[in-house]
């Protein structure tokens, strides 16, 4: 079966401080990787999609990167934070080249002050 | 454009008393739709989907839904409503947009449900 898992679970950053969330996936190759971000408790954000190493898509433009250096390998970064960065951070995985499903990660919560 | 509406901000229910909480869709083509449930501070869980086939779908904890082709509608549904039902629910449907990528899904705002004892 497939786990993601997600660190840090929790992350105070002052603000200008450089930001790194991980994700990784097992169980599984190739998966298609996503990372939303969840404001205010609510609406959901995709911020990056990937199909592959190295292939990044760009759905929100802002100060933050993802980059994917192994099949199974997730990171989301930024240089220097801003406090509307804060949020609740999700990484999510499909089977690629399917209708499927989206299973999501247990989330990082991110405080920017 | 590609788009998913949860009408109800929230949805308050007694314990053991039907629920339904409302989704309706905007796609072109047909929609594969999805539903995932969001506890606090955790991430969503997968409930169901809707690809093809059957009209109710059934998926985890005794929930179903109902696919309504006519009024674009795929709203969640239980028979009997439990406290530990309390959650956040999210609708999805896959972005059939031409030349978008794989799999990206388009959630609605969701919808708080309370079930109170």
């Known amino acids: 079966s497939q786990t993601i898992h997600q660190w840090p679970a929790t992350l105070v950053q002052p603000v200008g401080s450089p930001l790194s969330l991980e994700c990784t996936v097992e169980?599984?190759?190739?998966?298609?990787l996503y990372w939303y971000r969840q404001a205010a408790g609510r609406g959901l954000q995709l911020l990056f999609y990937?199909?592959?190493?190295?292939?990044i898509s760009s759905e929100v433009p802002q100060n933050l990167s993802a980059s994917r250096p192994q099949d199974r390998q997730f990171i989301l970064s930024s240089k220097k934070l801003l406090l509307s960065d804060s949020g609740f951070y999700l990484c999510?995985?499909?089977?690629?080249?399917?209708?499927?499903?989206?299973?999501f990660g247990p989330g990082t919560r991110l405080t920017v002050l | 454009a590609q788009s998913v509406a949860q009408p109800e901000d929230q949805v308050n229910v007694a314990e053991g008393n039907p629920l339904t909480v409302k989704c309706t869709y905007s796609?072109?083509?047909?929609?594969?739709l999805f539903w995932y449930v969001q506890y606090p501070n955790r991430g969503l869980q997968f409930l169901l989907k809707?690809?093809?086939?059957?009209?109710l779908v059934k998926g985890s904890y005794g929930f179903e839904a109902e696919f309504n082709k006519s009024q674009t509608s795929f709203h969640l549904k239980k028979p009997s409503a439990l406290v530990s039902d309390s959650a956040l629910y999210f609708c999805?449907?896959?972005?059939?947009?031409?030349?978008?990528?794989?799999?990206?899904?388009?959630f609605g705002t969701g919808t708080l449900l309370a079930v109170q004892p």
């Open positions: 990937s199909v592959g190493i190295g292939q």
């Open positions: 809707y690809i093809t086939g059957d009209n």
């Open positions: 796609v072109s083509g047909n929609p594969y």
């Open positions: 999510a995985w499909s089977f690629a080249y399917s209708t499927d499903t989206q299973y």
């Open positions: 169980g599984t190759s190739n998966p298609n």
């Open positions: 999805a449907v896959r972005d059939r947009t031409p030349g978008g990528a794989t799999n990206k899904l388009i």
